[in-house]
């Protein structure tokens, strides 16, 4: 039995002892010791209640510290994907830029001959 238990215990022995002379005392007890029953199983319920509120709650907390792990991961990820796709695409656009610039190169030499053949008027 619990503290609570024996503290209900207690107070209804103690009423039904000052009341136990009369009728009406020993009709009054009687109520008293099925409400004091009624107490200590609703103590009873209510403690494991709680006690299997609180392992759900373990429960919860485990799968939220999960959840945000695996968040945390996949920013980091993420991250990590868009570097490499940003570096990627710079290496991918360094010939482009050679190409353009051999291009470049290649067009003003002709437009400069070009040039000088209408200067010259040859």
Not at 38 to 59: G, I, S
Not at 70 to 88: E, F, M, P, T
Not at 96 to 108: G, L
Request: a negative charge; aromatic letters at 6%; proline letters at 1%.
């Amino acid at each position: 039995m619990s503290s609570n238990e024996h503290e209900t215990v207690e107070q209804h022995s103690r009423g039904c002892l000052e009341d136990a002379g009369t009728l009406l005392g020993g009709a009054k007890c009687a109520i008293a010791s099925v409400d004091a029953n009624r107490e200590a199983q609703r103590f009873k319920y209510d403690l494991a209640a709680q006690q299997e509120m609180a392992e759900w709650a373990f429960v919860l907390v485990v799968l939220t510290v999960a959840q945000v792990t695996i968040g945390l991961v996949g920013i980091v990820s993420l991250v990590y994907s868009l570097q490499w796709a940003s570096d990627a695409n710079a290496n991918m656009l360094k010939p482009i830029d050679q190409e353009r610039e051999n291009a470049h190169r290649q067009t003003r030499a002709y437009m400069l001959v070009q040039s000088d053949v209408l200067e010259n008027g040859r």
